[in-house]
Structures are given as structure tokens and as C-alpha cells.
């Protein structure tokens, strides 16, 4: 663990981290975490579950274990059931999450004509004024068996976690589409803070994305107050037929994905 800014107690933040990976225990899952991305997508691929797409795609992104990670869980058969990736982006004022933006995004998606995406001038204040170390978390996928046990809230918590204890960044997010958004999910994964319309394109955005973004999120303080609510509430184990269920939700490999949690 870095040193946190903050006065949190170690033993604190590894209870909080232990009593959500008892919930991923008590329904008989392991949880591993690797940095090999290509790695995961074979996983993916033997489970049935879809593979990485632009975000966190091999074919992309060239992943170091120091600034990206993946959590998978796993079946008594070695099977993966469930997975979220995490990735830090360091911005150096000025540079703005607005900026990173308008390269990555340019990057990683084509538009339905085949051309690049273009952001447009004009952006939201609060993504404008978003800088130094952030964390995107997607690629939130769960195998369809496994449907309704909240595995991909849980993952998104500890993936949280994860990136708080090795990154202490200050902005955690990841994209959901406007048509699928569902509030029980968003807050399943301990994320506080939603905007709407959260980004802006020139002329139409990515072919395979909903045009109109909400983008869910936490500042770091929001994390360090959902480990306090962990210990308070702590998860339970949740059965696939008396578990909450989400309507798919359709976002490409953002938060959350194409299957039902």
C-alpha cells in the first residue's frame, strides 16, 4: 500500500478490502488480480464472456502492471465469472481530463462513417477542471450464469480499492450510456457522483456508443468514506433468484457492460 494522504489505518482499509472479497468466498469465487491483458481476454474468451474492447484492448494499449490492472473472479471450474479493469491517467495541470479526452477518445473510436471521433469545443465545467492522478475503471463484464449476485458492483468496489491503495489518485470514473442507466447499479459499484450529458461530440460520437454519456464517478475522499460504509454495511452473499437484477445495459467497455448484474 502507497502512503495515503490521508490518516487511514491500514488495518482498516484490509478489513474493508477482506470483508468484500468474503462475499466473492461465501458464493464459492476466487478473486485474482493480473496485469496481463491479453491474458484476461482468453480467460474471457474459454468463459464465454466478450472480450476487451478500445478502452483496454491490447490491440490499443500497451498495459504496464505499474498503471493498469485487472480483477477477475472465479468458479470452482477455473472459469472466469467476472471481471473490471482499472487504469491511471496522469494529468499535469493544465492538462484536463477534457484534454486526455480529445486524444484518447480520437484514438480508440471510429464514428459511423469510419472517421475518427472528434470532441467538440465546448466541454462540461466539471470535467474541465478534473486533473492529476486518475483512475478509468471498465471492461465490467459478468458471465451470464452468474447473473444477479452483484458481482459486478463488487468488483467495481474492490477495483476501487485496489487502485486508492496503489495509485491514492484523486478521480475514480467510468461511462455509462443514458438509455440503459440504472441507478441501483451505479450505486451497487459505490460510485456518488453522476453526470449527465458528460460529453460532448463535434458531429456524433462513437458508432458502438450511446451519443449521450453519463459518467459515474468518486473523488477520492467519496472512496475513503465507502470503505467506512463497507464495515458498517457489509455486503452479503446474494443467491442468482433472490439477488437485485439490473436490466442490461449496453455502454461498449465502459461501466457497466453489456450483461445484466
Given at each position: 500500500m502507497t502512503n495515503l494522504r490521508s490518516e487511514l489505518d491500514p488495518i482498516v482499509f484490509k478489513r474493508a478490502w477482506g470483508t468484500l472479497d468474503n462475499t466473492f468466498t461465501d458464493n464459492g469465487l476466487t478473486l485474482q488480480r493480473g496485469y496481463d491483458f491479453d491474458l484476461i481476454d482468453a480467460l474471457a474468451q474459454k468463459s464465454g464472456i466478450k472480450p476487451l474492447e478500445a478502452q483496454f484492448s491490447t490491440k490499443m494499449h500497451s498495459h504496464t502492471s505499474g498503471r493498469s490492472f485487472w480483477l477477475g473472479v472465479f468458479d470452482t471450474d477455473g472459469l472466469l465469472a467476472g471481471r473490471v479493469c482499472a487504469r491511471l491517467d496522469?494529468?499535469?495541470?493544465?492538462?484536463?481530463?477534457?484534454?486526455?479526452?480529445?486524444?484518447?477518445?480520437?484514438?480508440?473510436?471510429?464514428?459511423?462513417?469510419?472517421?475518427?471521433?472528434?470532441?467538440?469545443?465546448?466541454?462540461?465545467?466539471?470535467?474541465?477542471?478534473?486533473?492529476?492522478?486518475?483512475?478509468?475503471?471498465?471492461?465490467?463484464?459478468?458471465?451470464?450464469?452468474?447473473?444477479?449476485?452483484?458481482?459486478?458492483?463488487?468488483?467495481?468496489?474492490?477495483?476501487?480499492?485496489?487502485?486508492?491503495?496503489?495509485?491514492?489518485?484523486?478521480?475514480?470514473?467510468?461511462?455509462m450510456e443514458r438509455k440503459a442507466f440504472k441507478d441501483g447499479f451505479f450505486r451497487a459499484c459505490g460510485f456518488t457522483?453522476?453526470?449527465?450529458?458528460?460529453?460532448?461530440?463535434?458531429?456524433?460520437?462513437?458508432?458502438?456508443?450511446?451519443?449521450?454519456?453519463?459518467?459515474?464517478?468518486?473523488?477520492?475522499?467519496?472512496?475513503?468514506?465507502?470503505?467506512?460504509?463497507?464495515?458498517?454495511?457489509?455486503?452479503?452473499?446474494?443467491?442468482?433468484?433472490?439477488?437485485?437484477?439490473?436490466?442490461?445495459?449496453?455502454?461498449?467497455?465502459?461501466?457497466?457492460?453489456?450483461?445484466?448484474?
Open positions: 496522469s494529468l499535469r495541470s493544465p492538462e484536463s481530463l477534457v484534454d486526455f479526452w480529445r486524444k484518447h477518445f480520437h484514438r480508440c473510436y471510429p464514428t459511423e462513417t469510419g472517421a475518427q471521433v472528434e470532441l467538440a469545443a465546448k466541454q462540461p465545467r466539471f470535467a474541465q477542471k478534473i486533473t492529476g492522478e486518475t483512475v478509468y475503471l471498465g471492461g465490467t463484464e459478468v458471465r451470464s450464469d452468474w447473473r444477479g449476485y452483484d458481482l459486478g458492483g463488487l468488483l467495481n468496489r474492490v477495483a476501487q480499492l485496489e487502485a486508492l491503495a496503489d495509485w491514492d489518485a484523486d478521480f475514480y470514473y467510468g461511462w457522483k453522476l453526470y449527465a450529458n458528460s460529453i460532448h461530440w463535434q458531429a456524433g460520437g462513437p458508432a458502438r456508443l450511446d451519443n449521450d454519456l453519463y459518467l459515474v464517478a468518486n473523488h477520492r475522499d467519496d472512496v475513503l468514506d465507502m470503505i467506512d460504509q463497507v464495515l458498517a454495511e457489509p455486503p452479503k452473499a446474494a443467491s442468482g433468484s433472490s439477488a437485485k437484477t439490473y436490466e442490461p445495459l449496453e455502454v461498449g467497455d465502459s461501466i457497466p457492460s453489456t450483461t445484466q448484474y
